[in-house]
């Protein structure tokens, strides 16, 4: 048996068209037996345009974040769960990407399509990071399609998550111009210096995709103290189900009522299970405006009357989504 307790899962639902027919159509057994079993415990509220994904929100709150829209601190985070020293600063995700120009739109298209190993993440690294560190900006290598910055400029700065701009237009998802004139003017001078760098005429002359742009996301500095894992806020942190991620993304709805699917049947059965023995459970599902919290809870005599003729099931809560 599996030993979550919390599960969180991203990208539940959907408002798309392709996400309700193939809703229509599916069963999830396991998840209307686990809702029926559980009590409201509260929401996690946003718009389609929050810079910060309602699943994103509900796991900062749950590990003892900051989780005011677009400015969760999720690099300094990361950082100092490899246990290195954050000094107080704020730092930030910076992923080298492709934005894809069309007539009336700039599409940033999925970083893992550039294929970029960590030799040549490395080396673009080391020709954009002095342009960087005029402006204060020190660039630190952390995996191929994402780099740890740290400075001034993203103290207080909101950045949309890279899943929110994901295959999407970028230009709704840009910082306020005000708060980020350095960025803006980086973003400018970067396209330039890439363009004809050889670094991308190596890459096209092999059939690669080439690197011309950047997104910052993960933005801010860690509360003092920064949150521990001995903490009860990160010990009860969720475990996030990502098995809907990929497909909702590319709105690919077949495969991700299939995904769905096996998701009812795995993982959320397991939770059910632990429900069913008396295990205090959590569920968290989110969409793309709204998270809805589940847990374990004492119901009174109506409430079980209530559960048994009028059960909570999915399909009276995803439009809440």
């Known amino acids: 048996m599996s030993d979550i307790t919390h ?22 057994p396991h998840l209307d037996r686990l809702l029926a079993r559980l009590s409201p415990a509260g929401t996690h509220p946003g718009e389609e345009t929050s810079f910060s994904t309602p699943h994103e929100r509900a796991l900062a ?40 120009v069309g007539a009336d739109h700039v599409t940033l298209r999925d970083p893992d399509h550039l294929m970029l190993d960590e030799a040549a993440s490395r080396a673009l690294l080391a020709i954009v990071a002095p342009w960087f560190a005029e402006d204060g900006i020190a660039l630190h290598y952390d995996q191929p399609t994402r780099w740890l910055a740290q400075g001034e400029v993203f103290n207080g700065l909101a950045t949309a998550s890279l899943e929110r701009v994901l295959l999407r237009d970028v230009r709704p998802w840009m910082p306020d111009v005000r708060a980020a004139r350095t960025l803006h003017r980086l973003h400018s001078e970067m396209q330039m210096l890439l363009y004809t760098h050889a670094f991308n005429d190596e890459r096209a002359a092999r059939g690669l995709p ?33 098995q809907l991620r990929d497909a909702a993304l590319r709105e690919d709805w077949r495969a991700w009522a ?25 569920l968290t599902l989110s969409g793309e405006r709204n998270a809805l919290g589940f847990h374990s809870a004492p119901r009174g005599l109506g409430q079980r009357i209530q559960s ?14």
Do not use: K
């Open 7 to 28: 599960l969180l899962i991203p990208y539940a639902a959907s408002a798309s068209e392709g996400a309700q027919q193939a809703l229509a159509g599916m069963a999830l």
């Open 258 to 282: 299939t995904a769905w699917a096996a998701l009812d049947a795995g993982p959320v059965a397991d939770l059910l299970r632990q429900a069913e023995s008396g295990t205090p459970v959590r």
């Open 61 to 100: 709150q749950a590990l003892g974040l900051p989780h005011e829209d677009g400015r969760i601190p999720w690099a300094a985070w990361h950082r100092h769960q490899q246990g290195l020293p954050t000094d107080g600063q704020a730092w930030a995700f910076l992923t080298p990407c492709q934005w894809q």
């Open 210 to 242: 080439v690197v011309n742009a950047f997104w910052v996301h993960g933005t801010g500095a860690l509360p003092t103290p920064a949150p521990t894992p001995t903490t009860a806020a990160a010990a009860a942190a969720p475990t996030v189900a990502h």
């Open 308 to 321: 048994l003729f009028r059960p909570q099931r999915f399909s009276s809560l995803r439009e809440q989504l």
